[in-house]
Nanobody
Framework: QVQLVESGGGLVQPGGSLRLSCAAS????????MGWYRQAPGKQRELVTT???????NYADSVKGRFTISRDNAKNTVYLEMNSLKPEDTAVYYC?????????????WGQGTQVTVSS
C-alpha cells in the first residue's frame, strides 16, 4: 500500500503558475506509474498527466506545453508544475499511484487539492 498527500493548491489569476506536490508514504521508485488527475464540478475525473518509473510522460492535449510532471524518487514525491493557467483548469487535482504486479493492478489516490483559476 501507499498513502499519497497532495499540497500546493490555491487561488491563482489567469496566466499564473502553481506547483503541486504529491508525497508518498513509501518509495515510489518501483511503482509502475505516478500521475495527476483532476475533477471539475459536475464533470468526471480526467487524466492530466502520468510519468512511468522509466520516466516516460503522457499529457492530456489540454495541458500540453503548459504543465510538466516530474518525480523525485529520493524524496518519494511527484510534482506538477502548472504554467499559463486558465479558468478551465479549475478543479480538484488528485495524485495517483498505479501499482502493477503479476497478480493485480491497483490504483491509489490522494485526498485531492483544490486549484482555482480566477481573476
Amino acid at each position: 500500500q501507499v498513502q499519497l498527500v497532495e499540497s500546493g493548491g490555491g487561488l491563482v489569476q489567469p496566466g499564473g503558475s502553481l506547483r503541486l506536490s504529491c508525497a508518498a508514504s513509501r518509495s515510489i521508485a518501483s511503482i509502475y506509474a505516478m500521475g495527476w488527475y483532476r475533477q471539475a464540478p459536475g464533470k468526471q475525473r480526467e487524466l492530466v498527466t502520468t510519468i512511468t518509473r522509466g520516466g516516460s510522460t503522457n499529457y492530456a492535449d489540454s495541458v500540453k506545453g503548459r504543465f510538466t510532471i516530474s518525480r523525485d524518487n529520493a524524496k518519494n514525491t511527484v510534482y506538477l508544475e502548472m504554467n499559463s493557467l486558465k479558468p478551465e483548469d479549475t478543479a480538484v487535482y488528485y495524485c495517483n499511484a498505479k501499482s502493477v504486479t503479476i497478480s493485480a493492478t491497483r490504483d491509489y489516490w490522494g485526498q485531492g487539492t483544490q486549484v482555482t483559476v480566477s481573476s
